[in-house]
């Protein structure tokens, strides 16, 4: 069965990935005809994994990855690879690149940022000296981000609910790692106005074909952070369907492993993991029976994915592969 430990496995593929700065695609808005970089010049620290979000993530892969599974990692081959990205320097020009282009990777790469930066606080308070150093380094990034969230969440009208980076309940779950009260009261804020009065989810349209997120399952992990139990338990009984149907429940299938959109429900198929696998205390009994089913179909599907040696998955898979079983 998969864990994280079997993840960590392949933890020398996240290594190699997070050092590759091409192919990229760095989405990158011209100004004028002297703005033009390469990725590196303009990311120094997540210039890497084809464009930056898939770096930030792919860099918070691998440091969970040495946190809580350091004898089955590279462990010095991950440490001298964040030694050399995380530098103040290098997020000090992060940071400044995301001031000259306020909307860039917006919501997406805001939330991997603050994740990355909370994931760090949080093992810094338990004393490891690297996870400390690490953490003073990225503290700018999401001490940048947090407020940029901040700001945009009250001019952000209706959520995007479909499957991949726009996806709000996703983004803004990310986001609560960063341990900042005003940001996590915002975020809970936005989460009620949002997602509170949702009812018998539509989990038939899922999936749609490029998909790599759960609208279903984002939604739920999300108020599940943000309600207390007396209020989740009513607001999951509303919230999910009577019965799921056969398409949701079983695995998406790639038909093209090369191909960069088709790839993308690899990263669903890990995705419905870690939402099975946390939403199951709350299922009812008939639910449970068909997630337990679910999960482990789903389980044996991630096990072909992390198979797959290409690049157009390998850039980004492992951290949803972690994402799935932390």
Same mark, same amino acid.
């Given at each position: 069965m998969t864990s994280l430990r079997t993840v960590a496995d392949g933890a020398g593929r996240l290594i190699a990935a997070v050092q590759q700065e091409y192919p990229n695609a760095p989405r990158h808005v011209m100004l004028d005809a002297a703005d033009q970089v390469t990725p590196r010049s303009a990311h120094p620290a997540f210039y890497s994994c084809y464009d930056w979000h898939s770096a930030v993530e792919m860099h918070w892969a691998l440091i969970v990855l040495l946190r809580f599974q350091p004898d089955d990692v590279p462990a010095d081959e991950v440490r001298a690879v964040i030694d050399a990205h995380l530098t103040p320097d290098a997020i000090a020009a992060e940071v400044e690149y995301l001031r000259a282009h306020p909307d860039w990777e917006r919501p997406y790469g805001w939330g991997w940022g603050l994740q990355l930066a909370g994931e760090l606080?949080? !093992?810094?308070?338990?004393?490891?000296?690297?996870?400390?150093? !690490?953490?003073?380094?990225?503290?700018? =990034?999401?001490?940048?981000?947090?407020?940029?969230?901040?700001?945009? =969440?009250?001019? =952000?009208?209706?959520?995007?609910?479909?499957?991949?980076?726009?996806?709000?309940?996703?983004? =803004?779950?990310?986001?609560?790692?960063?341990?900042?009260?005003?940001?996590?009261?915002?975020?809970a804020k936005a989460a009620r106005q949002y997602f509170s009065d949702d009812t018998d989810f539509p989990v038939r349209y899922e999936p749609s074909g490029s998909d790599f997120v759960s609208p279903f399952f984002a939604e739920a992990l999300l108020m599940a952070e943000v309600l207390d139990a007396a209020e989740f338990g009513p607001w999951w009984a509303r919230f999910s369907p009577a019965e799921f149907p056969e398409a949701f429940l079983t695995p998406a299938v790639v038909t093209d492993p090369r191909d960069g959109q088709g790839v993308h429900l690899h990263g669903l198929n890990m995705y419905r993991v870690g939402g099975l696998r946390r939403l199951l205390p709350y299922a009812s009994a008939s639910q449970r029976r068909v997630f337990e089913t679910s999960l482990r179909a789903h389980e044996r599907a991630v096990e072909e994915a992390m198979a797959d040696d290409a690049w157009v998955a390998e850039h980004w898979l492992g951290a949803f592969a972690v994402l799935a079983f932390r």
């Open positions: 606080e949080d !093992w810094a308070a338990t004393g490891d000296p690297d996870a400390r150093r !690490w953490a003073e380094a990225v503290r700018p =990034l999401a001490r940048h981000l947090a407020p940029a969230l901040l700001g945009w =969440l009250p001019r =952000l009208r209706y959520p995007d609910r479909s499957g991949t980076h726009g996806n709000t309940a996703f983004c =803004l779950g990310r986001a609560l790692a960063w341990p900042d009260t005003t940001m996590r009261q915002a975020i």
